[in-house]
């Protein structure tokens, strides 16, 4: 482990709350309106603070959405009984729209939770009195901290639990006591981070460039002549998603709609392939499979995410459909 890296252990201690009341989508901000001889307390000056951090807040959520921004890649690794994630220097927002800042990369050792399941690393929003700035209570000897220092802390919790006030991280699971990092997209925030970090992003991409490969073998045969416009139109839609996909920046949204029009194209030119070789053959079943589950577009990010996980499995048969055709497929006479 790097010197830079710092490790930590997680508890189930929960963090000190903060100071006023956590934001509302919904409520009405009110601000103060000072007049002459208006006599101010310390209730009257949190008031105030609370405003303008829920203002802040409220932008930034609907501006930039929640999730992370930039950095904050988790890596597990296993030291002999022991786990330990290393999570680098990073910046997040989450659902109440407070920002979330990891000055450093850390090593956080995770306790092996005793239930089997899926668990989501977060890492939390904190805030504590800061006990180095004390000052005297009036006309007592009594002295409280005047600052309160925000800080983060990573924490593990199951899947189900709804954390409003931390940054998913990356989802593990944990089963007979082993824990395994799975690698699916968490929620992203901001603009020009989103896509270019996504996990998403690549896989479609790879989609695109092996069925290109597989089209290129194809056409030098006489195994297309049949069938040009389902062919073209493939060959258009992968042309298409492959520009729009230069532009980084491209919501996981729109990534998920994308690779579910490749598939509905993919389908309309494997389905009707006449019989070429047997890696083919099966291949057409996984697509008439996953292109008969493609989501709706009113459909939610969830819904999306576990079919995406089926289309990401085409890739490994699909991979080796392209490099058998490299090698067995003759040039069209």
């Known amino acids: 482990m790097s010197s830079g890296r710092r490790t930590r252990k997680t508890t189930k201690k929960k963090a000190a709350p903060p100071p006023g009341r956590p934001m509302k989508l919904d409520e009405q901000l009110k601000r103060m309106h000072p007049f002459e001889g208006l006599c101010l307390t310390a209730t009257d000056m949190l008031a105030e603070q609370t405003y303008h951090r829920h203002n802040l807040q409220r932008h930034t959520l609907f501006m930039h959405g929640h999730g992370i921004v930039q950095g904050?890649?988790?890596?597990l690794q296993q030291k002999k009984k022991k786990y330990v994630a290393i999570i680098q220097a990073g910046f997040g927002v989450t659902r109440m729209?407070?920002?979330?800042?990891?000055?450093?990369?850390?090593?956080?050792?995770?306790?092996?939770?005793?239930?089997?399941?899926?668990?989501?690393?977060?890492?939390f929003h904190t805030e504590a009195p800061d006990e180095t700035d004390l000052r005297p209570v009036f006309d007592t000897s009594e002295k409280k901290s005047a600052r309160i220092r925000e800080a983060c802390a990573p924490r593990l919790h199951p899947m189900d639990e709804d954390q409003p006030d931390a940054v998913a991280l990356t989802r593990i699971n944990v089963r007979l006591g082993r824990m395994v990092q799975v690698l699916l997209p968490v929620p992203r925030a901001g603009r020009q981070e989103r896509a270019a970090e996504s996990y998403l992003k690549p896989r479609v991409v790879e989609f695109i460039r092996i069925n290109k490969k597989v089209l290129t073998n194809l056409f030098r045969t006489a195994l297309l002549s049949e069938l040009d416009l389902g062919a073209l139109g493939f060959y258009a839609s992968l042309v298409t998603s492959e520009f729009l996909l230069i532009e980084e920046g491209t919501t996981d949204r729109v990534l998920y709609r994308t690779a579910g029009s490749l598939i509905n194209y993919a389908h309309d030119f494997y389905n009707p392939l006449p019989r070429t070789i047997e890696r083919v053959e099966r291949f057409k079943e996984f697509v008439r499979r996953v292109n008969a589950e493609v989501p709706g577009p009113d459909q939610g990010e969830e819904v999306w995410l576990r079919w995406f996980d089926k289309f990401e499995r085409l890739l490994q048969p699909l991979g080796k459909i392209s490099d058998e055709l490299e090698k067995t497929v003759e040039a069209q006479r």
């Not at 979330?100 to 306790?111: G, K, N």
């Open 72 to 75: 904050l890649q988790v890596e």
């Open 97 to 123: 729209g407070q920002g979330v800042r990891l000055p450093e990369p850390v090593a956080v050792q995770l306790e092996v939770p005793k239930k089997d399941g899926e668990y989501m690393l977060w890492v």
